[in-house]
């Protein structure tokens, strides 16, 4: 067949598959397990494409807020602070790939209301650093707060203090309030070790969305800390952003090769791996377990093929019979398997996809307030798309191989004698 000068040739064999799949069948039933297998193919890719999409999307959400509420890397020295922090802030700038760098005190101390008692991870922060440029982190929302009654050294006011929504509740206070700030970096005396206790105001509140967070963090400013916790000019480390949060691992490894062996630092991903390996498991296992619903549906198929050469006995031996090959035979069944298979495969594409799109855009569906998320996070990516279209197309490919080797070995004489 020609066009225009060029030869466009379609092989007999394919045209036959298609001669079958669009024939009036003497048996209905037939066609009725064909439409089934189409509809089972579409419906698993769909399941399989939203599933994935709002899994993806529950992923990146969750980074999202871990990138917005903790620096990317955290630079500490080995066996105590850090005496000289601006002249280490100095060196890690000098790194490719650091946007900005920050220093911060970190330590463990109970806060007391006249309500309730609750442990707390204090970091003091500097309000006026660059680091409060950076979207979602907690100071740069606050920092005003924080700035407001800091630092408090010779101030008849209490300094402020800005605590998690979680961590409130459960002392039982709100913006205002009066809290004591307990440390067990305290004093001796004749008696023994005294922790040291401060009073603190409440001049704000954060909620990062994430529980583990918002229970268990409080914010004050970085000089009321080193008295807190009587470091001196010391700090307990440096926060560094980067323009590369995913390349974190390898600018950690630039940071130590530059600073030495008596500091230590881990990124972002080194600290939260376990619910990133989490994340991951659970994604593999959903798609392991709605894959079985594609292959349910192939498992149609090959049923539809099987009958369907029960029912072409005699084609395929007048088709023999006039000089076609058993791979040939082979070769119509498979096309036809394939067909199906990939007419399937494309509406649970597009069904997926449009659903994904409806999710996203008119957020019909809300969940609980248990969970961090108010509706589907959904986020549809082209290779998750791309590796459930091939993985459903194979599936379907090697349920046609059986019954297409069985149409390939039927003897030519027995099938006009009987068929």
Not at 12 to 25: M, N, T
Not at 47 to 63: N, Q, R, S, Y
């Amino acid at each position: 067949m020609s066009q225009n000068g060029s030869s466009f040739s379609i092989s007999y064999e394919l045209l036959i598959a298609l001669r079958y799949l669009k024939a009036k069948r003497r048996q209905t039933f037939i066609s009725l397990i064909t439409l089934l297998s189409v509809a089972g193919v579409a419906l698993g890719v769909m399941a399989l494409v939203v599933v994935i999409a709002v899994m993806t999307g529950a992923e990146k959400d969750f980074k999202a807020r871990i990138l917005g509420f903790q620096s990317h890397i955290t630079v500490m020295k080995r066996g105590g602070g850090i005496a000289a922090p601006e002249n280490l802030r100095r060196v890690i700038d000098g790194v490719d790939g650091v946007r900005v760098t920050a220093p911060f005190v970190y330590g463990q101390v109970m806060l007391r209301s006249a309500y309730g008692v609750s442990g707390a991870a204090l970091r003091g922060v500097d309000p006026l650093a660059p680091v409060t440029q950076i979207e979602g982190y907690p100071p740069q929302r606050l920092a005003p707060r924080l700035a407001r009654v800091a630092p408090s050294k010779g101030l008849p006011v209490a300094p402020g203090v800005v605590l998690g929504k979680e961590l409130a509740l459960n002392l039982g206070v709100g913006e205002g309030d009066m809290i004591y700030l307990i440390s067990p970096k305290g004093m001796i005396s004749p008696m023994g070790h005294i922790p040291s206790m401060r009073q603190f105001r409440v001049s704000g509140l954060f909620d990062s969305g994430m529980y583990e967070y918002d229970s268990a963090f409080a914010y004050i400013h970085i000089d009321d800390a080193r008295a807190v916790f009587r470091l001196g000019d010391r700090v307990t480390g440096m926060d560094v952003w980067s323009d590369a949060p995913y390349e974190a691992g390898q600018i950690r490894q630039d940071i130590l090769a530059v600073i030495g062996s008596a500091y230590w630092a881990r990124d972002w991903m080194q600290m939260n791996a376990s619910l990133f390996s989490a994340l991951k498991l659970e994604k593999s296992a959903m798609f392991v377990i709605l894959i079985l619903i594609v292959l349910v549906a192939a498992f149609n198929i090959a049923s539809s093929l099987i009958m369907m050469v029960m029912e072409k006995t005699r084609d395929i031996a007048i088709l023999k019979a006039m000089g076609a090959k058993d791979s040939s035979i082979m070769r119509i069944f498979v096309y036809q398997g394939t067909i199906i298979g990939m007419v399937g495969t494309s509406i649970g594409v597009l069904l997926g996809v449009v659903l994904c799109f409806l999710l996203k855009h008119f957020k019909f569906i809300e969940l609980p307030k248990v969970y961090i998320f108010s509706t589907l996070p959904v986020r549809l990516e082209a290779m998750d798309v791309l590796i459930i279209s091939v993985s459903a197309f194979c599936i379907c490919f090697l349920a046609t191989l059986y019954p297409a080797w069985q149409a390939s070995r039927q003897n030519t004489v027995e099938a006009i004698r009987y068929g």
